[in-house]
């Protein structure tokens, strides 16, 4: 590895390949490696679906201090949730992304992409073209006859206004909604926004279709009222997941359970039924999921919320005098007497007749119901139903492996590390990009026989039901401590005590489990990761306030120590009766 200069082709210069990137030349200066990464992009520029996929108003749902590479920090005074066009370009064209990679190499200036055909040959090879490049859009019978009523029913002009099917990759705009009845495919975070965002940009009629329903819980943690005492604690929900013995110092045996997963989605049910009258979601009042998919073991929490006074219109019902109790407040412009305007969900049409109207399939589901009584017949149809993987880039018969095929951490197929597949995990409530930061760290170092391959088993894949849909769904705060584990960089409590003080320690067992943590220690050990945690991550851990951090962390914490210490304690007399090693 430390002889002839080993060329690396990374495919996509989106976040996960830039990150990728970096690592690798982070590698040649800490290990002596001679590693040469080449970007190969097929967009005019850097920041992939950030930059190329996005729209107007478009928001994270995931925090900067969760989704911030390591080294690559936001001020303090920054809002927590940044828009797509800050992250990938910015004010005077310069972003998050762009700047982070200038810190590479400062003679990138502008990019400049080489056009020209040419063959190479490469050491190694990064996937990282992502999840959310190719569309996926479901086949559904009498598509051609959307807004075929326009011609006969007299409310659109169809000399001004035509036909519209498109998925959301191509959508940028509010503008082109006005006026028109906009069907919208899919209740993802994506459309979720289409709906608000028709509503704001004066759609006549919004319809929004779901599959098999949907969790919607908000970005930040605010506006709850209880007894009279308003919260407006403003806390990314993405931070408030703590470390000890949720994520760290956690029993094989609890792991392997999912045992925590659990208990949390128990007392987060009943909590929101008490703040908010419903244990569909955060104030979620239609749109539920089964009982059997309904808790973060299952599936993405929805963080784009904006809709949901609208979805809930036609629903909510909730006694006065429980509303006088505890509630969950709105934002008055989306509230009456300031609107009345409704979202109306629906299931997936089975199809459009010649007349352009949308039949839907019957079920008991309430939002079927209600829509069995109305005429619906959309000009616009948005299919925000996602993306799929696409590697048709790779040469068939080459012997390239699969993602079903990574069983070394999702990242690589065992035995061969020379093809790698970074970015491709989802979190059911976290961010992408520390992820891809965390999978290039473990490919480098083990290229670098800094760490060996993993061979334990991972327990941080969400659970799939018969036929589900999406199979890289996973819990944020466990890949990103296992992948901590392997890399050697996980901090030891007595350690950090020892080596960084209270402070630092206070700040790991009370935060979530955010990249700096593990750059404490490791063979990517960054100087700057301690200021960081006792700056950064110290201010949303004292955000919560004094009774924030008893409920949400001293409370959990002593709970999950205690069924951890009672799995130590039952393994411990099972080795010592049979002789068997402990679980790893």
Request: proline share 7%; net charge neutral; aromatic share 10%.
């Amino acid at each position: 590895m430390h002889g002839s200069t080993q060329v690396v082709i990374i495919i996509g210069a989106g976040p996960s390949g830039l990150v990728t990137c970096k690592t690798l030349l982070d590698a040649n200066e800490r290990f002596g490696s001679k590693f040469d990464p080449v970007i190969l992009e097929q967009e005019d520029d850097l920041g992939g679906t950030f930059r190329y996929r996005s729209y107007e108003n478009a928001n994270l749902v995931s925090s900067k201090q969760l989704t911030s590479f390591t080294d690559y920090r936001l001020p303090l005074e920054h809002h927590d949730h940044l828009t797509l066009e800050e992250i990938s370009r910015g004010k005077g064209g310069k972003g998050h992304i762009v700047e982070y990679v200038k810190g590479v190499k400062t003679e990138y200036g502008d990019v400049k992409w080489n056009e020209l055909p040419m063959t190479m040959h490469a050491a190694y090879l990064a996937v990282c073209s992502g999840l959310h490049v190719t569309p996926s859009v479901p086949v559904i019978s009498g598509i051609e006859h959307v807004g075929a009523s326009m011609r006969t029913d007299g409310l659109n002009d169809p000399k001004t206004i035509k036909p519209v099917i498109m998925h959301s990759s191509s959508y940028k705009t509010p503008a082109c909604l006005s006026g028109r009845r906009v069907m919208i495919l899919g209740t993802g975070e994506t459309g979720m926004d289409l709906a608000y965002e028709s509503v704001k940009g004066g759609a006549k009629e919004v319809v929004l279709c779901t599959r098999n329903g949907f969790l919607s819980f908000p970005k930040v943690l605010n506006n709850f009222t209880l007894l009279g005492y308003n919260f407006k604690g403003n806390l990314p929900i993405d931070g408030l997941i703590t470390n000890l013995f949720e994520t760290a110092y956690v029993h094989p045996w609890v792991a392997r359970t999912h045992l925590r997963w659990f208990i949390s989605d128990f007392v987060v049910k009943r909590v929101l039924w008490l703040l908010t009258g419903t244990m569909a979601g955060c104030n979620q009042w239609v749109g539920e999921l089964p009982e059997s998919r309904l808790g973060r073991a299952y599936v993405f929490l929805n963080k784009s919320n904006k809709a949901m006074p609208y979805i809930n219109r036609p629903y909510r019902n909730r006694a006065p005098i429980l509303d006088w109790l505890s509630q969950y407040e709105e934002p008055a412009e989306d509230m009456p007497p300031n609107t009345d305007f409704a979202v109306e969900l629906a299931p997936f049409p089975e199809k459009f007749t010649a007349e352009g109207r949308a039949v839907f399939p019957l079920t008991e589901r309430k939002e079927s119901i209600r829509m069995a009584k109305m005429d619906v017949r959309p000009d616009m149809l948005l299919f925000a139903t996602g993306y799929k993987q696409d590697f048709s880039f790779f040469a068939e018969g080459e012997g390239y492996p699969t993602t079903e095929q990574l069983d070394v951490r999702d990242l690589f197929k065992s035995g061969d590390e020379s093809v790698a597949f970074i970015g491709f995990l989802r979190p059911g409530v976290g961010a992408i990009p520390p992820i891809s930061e965390m999978q290039a760290q473990l490919w480098a170092a083990i290229l670098t026989s800094q760490v060996p391959v993993p061979t334990s088993q991972p327990h941080y894949h969400l659970l799939q039901g018969p036929g589900s849909r999406i199979t890289y769904g996973v819990d944020h705060s466990a890949i990103i401590a296992t992948l901590a584990k392997d890399l050697g960089a996980a901090p030891a409590l007595l350690r950090t005590l020892w080596d960084y003080g209270p402070h630092v320690l206070i700040c790991y067992a009370f935060g979530a489990a955010m990249t700096p943590f593990y750059r404490l220690y490791g063979p990517f050990r960054d100087p700057g990761a301690e200021l960081t945690v006792k700056t950064e991550i110290w201010e949303t851990i004292t955000r919560r306030g004094f009774l924030g951090n008893l409920f949400m962390g001293v409370i959990p914490m002593m709970f999950y120590a205690i069924i951890n210490i009672i799995a130590f304690g039952i393994e411990t007399v099972y080795c010592i009766v049979t002789g068997q090693p402990r679980a790893t």
